[in-house]
Every structure is written in C-alpha cells, then in structure tokens.
C-alpha cells in the first residue's frame, strides 16, 4: 500500500475555487491510478474523480463534470483536484485513493489505500 497525505481544503464562497493536493509515499506511484471521493455529514462516501495511472484517461461523476479536473504529475508524487464554480453542495470531506492498477476504477472497492481527508466547505 501507498501512504497518501491530502491538503488543501478550506473555507471558500459559491462559486470559487480551490484545488486539493495529494501526495503520496513510494516509488511507484507511476503504476497506480488515483482518484477523489468526497463524503458529506450523515451521507455515504461517493466518487468525485478518477485518473488512470499517466493521466490520460479520467473519469467524472456527473455533480462535478465541467467544474472539477483530475490532474498528477508522476515526478513529483502528486495527485489535483481543481475545483471551479463550487456550491454549497460541494461540501464534504474529500479523500484521495489509490489503486495498485494501471486503469482506473470508479467505486470505492476498487481503492486499497487511503489518505486522512480534507475538509471542503462551500458558503452560499
């Protein structure tokens, strides 16, 4: 397993931006394809974005689609979430995963490692 440390969460108004980090411990990271889940009080833990391992092929739920972009850079360990025209419903704790395999996966079985969160919060 990877160990994965989130960051960039925070307080912002509808319809601002920010982006989230991820960063993740290893040698591999190469081979192992990424994504975001994000869960919101007294909800379930639900899919906001997946990238296989270069980048190249993503993978949206629709709440997000055309506002959110899935983005890594292999050098550096890293995994993005840029997150435009947020809404209050945006609002939860995001999670970065990963998956020991070169595709990606759109549900939560398909992640085996896990960061801490980072708390989003949309003002309206």
């Known amino acids: 397993q990877v160990q994965l440390v989130e960051s960039g969460g925070g307080l912002v108004q509808a319809g601002g931006s920010l982006r989230l980090s991820c960063v993740a411990s290893g040698r591999t990271f190469s081979t192992y394809a990424m994504a975001w889940f994000r869960q919101a009080p007294g909800k379930e833990r639900e899919f906001v974005a997946a990238?296989?391992?270069?980048?190249?092929?993503?993978h949206y739920a629709d709440s997000v689609k055309g506002r959110f972009t899935i983005s890594r850079d292999n050098a550096k360990n890293t995994v993005y979430l840029q997150m435009n025209s947020l809404k209050p419903e945006d609002t939860a704790v995001y999670y970065c995963a990963a998956r020991r395999n070169y595709g990606l996966g759109k549900t939560l079985y398909d992640y085996d490692s896990w960061g801490q969160g980072t708390q989003v919060t949309v003002s309206s």
């Open positions: 990238g296989d391992w270069s980048g190249d092929t993503t």
